[in-house]
C-alpha cells in the first residue's frame, strides 16, 4: 500500500488543479518499510508532453533524476510518480500502460471541473499488459 | 571504479544497495558488469536480445548516453551512471470508471 502525508497530497492537488484542464505530473520521495511506501515529499515537474496536454503528459528524464538526485540527498528513495486526469476518471489508461515503467506506484487524480475528484494508485507489471490497483490512503481533512 | 547508482525499486535485485562500484571502461563495460554481479537485474534493464528496454535511459553524470555514444560511451573511474525511466501517458477523452484498463 501506499500511504501520502498531508504536505505531499496539499502540493499534489494544488499542482494538479492549477494545470486543469491540462495534465500535471510529478514525483513521490518518501521510505519503503516492507511493503509499505510512505510518500513524505511530493514534488511538481513541468509536463513536457510537446502537444496539446489535455489528456498526455510526459516526464524529462532528467527531471525525474534530479528528482532522484533530491531524494537521495535528503534520505529519502524516488518511490512513485503521480499525474492528473482532467474531467476523466482516475483509471490506468491504455496510455499510461504503454508509456509506464514497473518499478514505481503510479498515482492518478481525477480532477473535474478543476477541483480533485478522487484517486487511485497502480502498480504496472513489467511487460506493460496491465496495473493492478495498490491500497492508496491519504489526509481526508 | 565508476558509481552506478541503482533506482529504488531494483535494490531488492542488488543486495538492497542504493550504489555499486564497478570496473569498465565504457557504458556497455559497467553495465555488463552490473548485471554479472546482479543477474536478476538483467531482466529489469535489458531485453532477452540483450537491448536495454524501452522505458531505460542510462545518464553518464548529466548526460544521456544516446546523445553521447551510447553504449561505446568512455566511463572514467570518477564517472557516477544513472539508471532513469521513461515515463509518460495521459487519458483518452473517455475513461472508465476505477479499474485498471
Redesign the interface.
Known amino acids: 500500500m501506499i500511504n501520502i502525508n498531508k504536505s505531499s497530497w496539499d502540493l499534489m492537488v494544488a499542482h494538479a488543479e492549477k494545470l486543469f484542464p491540462n495534465e500535471c505530473c510529478g514525483a513521490m520521495l518518501g521510505n519503503i518499510d516492507g511493503d509499505v511506501k510512505n510518500v513524505t515529499q511530493a514534488v511538481a515537474i513541468e509536463n513536457s508532453y510537446t502537444g496539446a496536454q489535455g489528456a498526455r503528459y510526459e516526464l524529462r528524464p532528467e527531471d525525474l533524476l534530479e528528482a532522484d538526485r533530491k531524494a537521495r540527498a535528503a534520505g529519502l528513495d524516488l518511490i512513485g510518480i503521480f499525474h492528473s486526469h482532467p474531467d476523466c476518471d482516475a483509471y490506468f489508461s491504455k496510455t499510461d500502460l504503454e508509456n509506464s515503467c514497473p518499478w514505481y506506484s503510479f498515482v492518478v487524480l481525477s480532477i473535474k471541473g478543476g477541483k480533485f475528484d478522487h484517486a487511485n494508485s497502480f502498480l504496472p507489471n513489467a511487460e506493460q499488459t496491465d496495473a493492478p490497483k495498490e491500497e492508496l490512503t491519504w489526509p481526508k481533512s | 571504479m565508476a558509481k552506478v547508482?541503482i533506482?529504488?525499486?531494483?535494490r531488492q535485485f542488488a543486495d538492497k544497495k542504493?550504489s555499486v562500484e564497478l570496473a569498465g571502461t565504457t557504458v556497455a563495460e559497467v553495465m555488463a558488469a552490473l548485471t554479472e554481479q546482479f543477474p536478476t537485474l538483467r531482466?529489469?534493464l535489458f531485453t532477452d536480445e540483450g537491448k536495454l528496454r524501452s522505458?531505460?535511459?542510462v545518464?553518464l553524470n548529466?548526460e544521456?548516453i544516446r546523445y553521447l555514444k551510447k553504449d561505446a560511451t568512455p566511463v572514467a573511474a570518477t564517472d557516477t551512471l544513472?539508471i532513469?525511466?521513461?515515463?509518460?501517458?495521459?487519458?483518452?477523452?473517455v475513461?472508465?470508471?476505477?479499474?485498471?484498463?
Open positions: 547508482l533506482p529504488t525499486p531494483l542504493d531482466k529489469q522505458f531505460v535511459n545518464y548529466d544521456d544513472s532513469v525511466p521513461s515515463i509518460a501517458g495521459g487519458a483518452p477523452a475513461g472508465l470508471a476505477g479499474g485498471s484498463l
